[in-house]
Nanobody, 127 residues
Framework: QVQLVQSGGGLVQAGGSLRLSCTASGRAFINLAMGWFRQGPGKEHDFVAAISWSGGNTYYNDSVKGRFTISRDNAKNTMYLQMDSLEPEDTGVYYC????????????????????WGQGTQVTVSS
């Protein structure tokens, strides 16, 4: 079992920045491929970004490329999502995800690929 605890998020004006964190426990962090999904009101879970177990490979939804940065610190069992130049369209509940097997595209961009999910955190970007 893996437990994922998220922190960060909140309300920010368009053009601002936020950082999300996700700390894992219960299993060797280094074995986990991880990522972020978001869910807007009335929408499905949309892929945001993913990162390989080593951090050497990162993947982004086209809508966030150049604005968001995913990273991980395996010594701290923590993954991050730095969100810059935020837009109102980025509003939603953001979920941290993890799985042993979801390492490569296109599988790692599918919500069903991830067994473990964080509690979710609200990000609201005002115009």
């Amino acid at each position: 079992q893996v437990q994922l605890v998220q922190s960060g998020g909140g309300l920010v004006q368009a053009g601002g920045s936020l950082r999300l964190s996700c700390t894992a426990s219960g299993r060797a962090f280094i074995n986990l491929a991880m990522g972020w999904f978001r869910q807007g009101p009335g929408k499905e879970h949309d892929f945001v970004a993913a990162i390989s177990w080593s951090g050497g490979n990162t993947y982004y939804n086209d809508s966030v490329k150049g604005r968001f940065t995913i990273s991980r610190d395996n010594a701290k069992n923590t993954m991050y999502l730095q969100m810059d130049s935020l837009e109102p369209e980025d509003t939603g509940v953001y979920y941290c995800v993890a799985d042993i097997n979801a390492g490569f595209p296109p599988r790692n961009q599918e919500a069903s690929a991830y067994e473990y999910w964080g509690q979710g955190t609200q990000v609201t970007v005002s115009s």
